[in-house]
């Protein structure tokens, strides 16, 4: 059943957030949230700080437990499919994993192996990306905006994953790497693949799909 | 969308060996984290005969404990930062939630710490049998204890080092707390073999004591720490 | 049958039993250990050998039983959390292990006391102290892991796997430590477990054994009660509880 799910469900796939409740100490940080990000679409979670976005994605990803609730993917619960759900998942989080004593190179190579990407891809990415001058370099010494690229240079190297779940992709990036972004997503949503992000700044006008606003739920308890 | 579904091209050895070189490539670029523990391991040494008297039939009787005690404190050492960095620079989200089996992450940051903060132990240990008065008879005992013992001590103390890693300040102290009761056994019978050299004893049954623990602590240590880091990645 | 086992999810359920059993245990436990305190103390005869120094058994003896017992009650629920995610069964692994904890100490202080007329010494390097003492050593660790990760959920499940990582661990250890002693020591034989021993004696011990054994229960339901408090403070049932002045 889980070997060929990607070509059969190309386009039907989808993400779906069931009643996600998460506390944090005393306060309840999600209450109840409900969502579906679904294929050929660009779904936004938007909120103020603090309202619980960043959490929200770890629990959609599967790095985070949620205290009620369950995730569900093409109907699914995570728990019930890790490794079928990993295979497909692009996850980059807050933290971007990328380290700092290795070069852009050597992290992408070892993203690439863990999670099957190109790694024949890698020095044309970084190129596109405008980093190649500087991928020998350990990622400690690039600026934040550059290690972002590093980071996000996985959007190409895997086109074959089929939910992208983001954390601020164009946080660091100037217009140039926005545009980058917003191609990366396009062919991504034409593949009929799957996204959930968050941002601050205004997403180009192609890429269609819902905003679900934390802050609405917050006026509503 | 020709590469979809396809197994991993290279392996489980070969990710092991993807990820060992990493973890080495890291090493190299900040040797301070695996050479300060060897330098712990030779100075707690050299201050017994200072503490104790340089007596040479002293020394040599407590000799195996106390290599074998400063070993133990050094691996510790080393370990408390096994995994802060990947947790802090989101590396061990990503591997969390790749297809790939967490436990040869694990395996492959056990076997490097092993090869720079084990292997270095065992090379120096005949210079300070030498200093401790330890009978030269004992020397390849000792040698063939630490070899399988601190590859014991390092899968055990991954455990520790993943439970704690959310713990900020204080979190390497807590980590020995937690570890250090359950190191008794290689203790034991790491410097029980390297006693019996020095009394001319027959070691088999410490050595295959020795190798027994490895091969419990080989299959199941690897499990319980990346239980503990997911734990510690869901933290946050 | 699934219904049943359904209320040990339900909180107010459980607060409810723990309320009721509390005081079950208590008395129970006063009952056996004031008759097993008589009959040991007052009514069993001296030992021809140890005198009257034997009699500390009464109290070594099962709180040396009971260090193991609520281990591996810690082990088991931290297990049954870890699989089935069970809030209840990391309340009663978080609500043992001071109680665990405790029962090791009064096994080493006993064990020292009962020493001193023996050996000569309150401390001797013997097989089981020293187990027990690592045992201790265990103890405080799962308390200090699990005091000092701040947020409740991380902490529950690190600790739930040190408790599990420590019940494969505990035999080895006592193996290890057996062996140890016996190499170093092997003169030395340990007249705690007497292969036979008068009824006279043994009916106080079996007493003092059931009575630990209901003092633990009596202590595990009011932290039981403690911790569901803790964790469902948030809660409408608990606000109901203290509004009416019954908590």
């Known amino acids: ?117 190109v790694i024949s891809e890698i020095d044309s990415v970084l190129n596109a990306l405008a980093i190649l001058p500087i991928a020998d370099i350990p990622a400690g010494h690039l600026s934040a905006g550059q290690q972002r690229r590093v980071a996000l240079a996985r959007l190409a190297l895997m086109p074959h994953t089929r939910c992208w779940v983001l954390d601020e992709p164009l946080t660091a990036l100037d217009q140039q790497g926005r545009d980058w972004v917003a191609n990366q997503l396009q062919a991504h949503s034409e593949r009929g693949g799957v996204t959930v992000l968050t941002t601050h700044q205004p997403l180009s006008k192609n890429l269609s799909g819902p905003i679900y606003s934390l802050d609405d739920w917050v006026d509503a308890k | 969308m020709t590469t979809d579904s396809q197994p991993l091209s290279i392996g489980l050895f070969g990710l092991f060996r993807s990820l060992l070189s990493r973890e080495l490539s890291v090493a190299i670029r900040s040797p301070g984290q695996w050479l300060n523990p060897i330098l712990f391991f030779i100075i707690v040494i050299t201050l017994f005969p200072l503490g104790v008297g340089p007596g040479p039939n002293t020394l040599s009787i407590i000799a195996p404990g106390i290599i074998w005690v400063s070993a133990l404190l050094s691996v510790m050492l080393s370990l408390q930062s096994l995994f802060y960095d990947d947790l802090h620079n989101g590396s061990l989200e990503q591997f969390v939630l790749s297809a790939q089996p967490l436990s040869v992450v694990v395996l492959a940051k056990v076997f490097a710490w092993w090869l720079l903060g084990g292997l270095p132990l065992l090379l120096v240990s005949p210079l300070l049998a030498i200093l401790m008065h330890l009978p030269d008879s004992a020397i390849p005992v000792l040698m063939l204890s630490l070899l399988l013992g601190t590859l014991t001590l390092i899968l055990v103390g991954a455990i520790g080092a993943a439970l704690t890693a959310t713990v900020g300040n204080g979190g390497g102290i807590l980590m020995s707390l937690l570890v250090l009761p359950l190191t008794v056994p290689v203790l034991i019978f790491g410097s029980g073999a390297v006693q019996a050299a020095a009394m001319q004893m027959p070691v088999g049954g410490h050595l295959s004591l020795l190798v027994a623990l490895l091969a419990l602590a080989l299959s199941l240590a690897p499990l319980a720490t990346a239980a503990a880091l997911r734990v510690a990645v869901s933290a946050g | 049958m699934f219904k049943w086992i359904h209320l ?149 499940r690190a600790a739930a796997i040190l408790a599990v990582v420590g019940v494969v661990n505990i035999p080895i250890i006592h193996f290890s430590v057996e062996w140890w002693n016996t190499l170093h020591q092997p003169a030395t034989i340990s007249k705690l477990d007497k292969p036979s021993m008068h009824i006279s004696m043994l009916r106080p011990l079996l007493l003092m054994v059931a009575g630990f054994q209901l003092l633990y229960f009596h202590q595990l339901m009011v932290r039981v009660k403690t911790g569901i408090l803790q964790r469902e403070g948030r809660t409408a049932w608990v606000a109901e509880l203290v509004a009416n002045n019954r908590v």
């Open chain 3, 8 to 156: 040990f999810g339900s909180s107010p359920f459980v607060y409810r039993a723990a309320s009721w059993l509390a005081p079950v245990f208590g008395f129970g436990a006063a009952v056996c250990i004031l008759v097993g305190l008589y009959l040991g103390l007052v009514v069993a005869p001296a030992d021809y050998e140890q005198g009257d120094s034997y009699r500390i058994i009464f109290v070594h003896v099962p709180s040396a039983w009971m260090s193991m017992f609520v281990y591996m009650v810690m082990a088991t629920s931290s297990a049954v959390f870890l699989i089935w995610r069970m809030k209840l069964a990391d309340i009663v692994a978080w609500a043992s292990a001071p109680i665990g904890a405790s029962f090791t100490l009064i096994a080493l202080v006993s064990g020292a006391f009962w020493g001193k007329p023996m050996w000569g010494t309150y401390w001797i390097w013997d097989a089981r102290l020293t187990s027990e003492l690592l045992l201790l050593f265990i103890y405080l660790g799962y308390m200090a892991l699990r005091s000092s990760i701040e947020q409740p959920q991380t902490a529950a």
């Open chain 1, 1 to 117: 059943m889980t070997t060929d799910t990607t070509n059969n469900d190309a386009g039907f796939e989808s993400l779906e957030a069931l009643d996600i409740t998460v506390w944090r100490g005393d306060t309840l940080l999600l209450d109840r949230i409900k969502l579906q990000a679904k294929a050929g679409e660009v779904t936004q979670i938007a909120g103020a700080n603090g309202s619980g976005k960043t959490t929200l994605l770890r629990v959609l990803c599967g790095a985070a437990l949620a205290d009620e609730g369950e995730v569900l993917w093409c109907g699914v619960p995570l728990s019930k499919q890790r490794d079928t759900f990993n295979e497909r998942l692009l996850h980059i989080g807050h933290r971007p994993g990328v380290h700092a004593q290795l070069t852009a190179v050597e992290n992408l190579q070892l993203a690439c192996k863990m999670g099957n990407g």
